[in-house]
């Protein structure tokens, strides 16, 4: 089954640098990429994803790359600020005509922005 | 517009007890999954149901189950608890349309403790 790997597993920034986050995969049929942020007590938020068919897509500071003949897909967060801090996971996940979708999950990446 | 909604937020059980977890999917979603949160095991998927209906089920024993309602509210139990079950439980809705994107939102999750 799918397999997804995430590096590193904490990441520590001044405000203001540009933070990224590094996520494989096993399964090359994977064809959907979210990641997520989750903070203290809280549930994963959606924060961006992308598409097999789309190489790059960029939200405000937030930018994900996708290469599929590496299978593998990166998190940018530029101009970083203190409310960036909190765990990220990247996922991958098959989707089929018929909708249904399994999210497999990275191990997370704890981001700590220091003012 | 109303998040994923699950209750209770928070409860306390007795090992060898059984528990019963709640779910609102956001409005008009019709797909509802089930995630299981530890620190060891990371984020792992539990089950997913579509129309009442569980099309894929993760790798757990047959002491975790779910239902869902035709208003698409579902809700997991898990009997005979063990220490191991100590977790959060995440709830998941999506539209499930290829179209929609099949974009997943979590709700906050119930904290388990077994003791």
């Known amino acids: 089954g799918e397999n997804v790997e995430q590096h590193p597993s904490t990441l520590s920034v001044q405000e203001g640098d540009s933070a990224v986050i590094k996520c494989t995969y096993s399964?090359?049929?994977?064809?959907?990429f979210p990641w997520y942020k989750q903070e203290l007590g809280k549930g994963p938020q959606l924060i961006i994803d992308?598409?097999?068919?789309?190489g790059e897509k960029k939200d405000q500071r937030i930018a994900v790359t996708l290469n599929k003949t590496a299978k593998h897909f990166s998190l940018h967060i530029t101009e970083t600020q203190p409310e960036d801090s909190a765990v990220y996971f990247c996922a991958a996940s098959i989707l089929r005509n018929t909708g249904f979708q399994k999210l497999v999950f990275g191990t997370g990446t704890r981001l700590l922005v220091s003012p | 517009k109303a998040g994923v909604t699950q209750t209770p937020r928070y409860l306390i059980k007795t090992r060898g007890q059984q528990v019963t977890l709640s779910c609102s999917p956001i409005s008009g979603h019709r797909s509802v999954s089930w995630y299981q949160q530890t620190p060891g095991q990371g984020l792992q998927f539990l089950f997913e149901?579509?129309?009442?209906?569980?099309?894929n089920k993760g790798n757990f024993p047959g002491r975790f189950s779910g239902r869902q309602f035709s208003n698409s509210r579902s809700e997991m139990n898990v009997s005979t608890l063990e220490l191991g079950d100590s977790a959060l439980y995440l709830c998941?809705?999506?539209?499930?349309?290829?179209?929609?994107?099949?974009?997943?939102?979590f709700g906050e999750g119930s904290w388990l403790t077994v003791v």
């Open positions: 998941a809705s999506s539209w499930d349309t290829p179209s929609s994107g099949n974009t997943i939102y």
């Open positions: 149901y579509f129309s009442e209906t569980q099309r």
């Open positions: 992308i598409r097999s068919n789309v």
């Open positions: 399964d090359s049929a994977s064809n959907y």
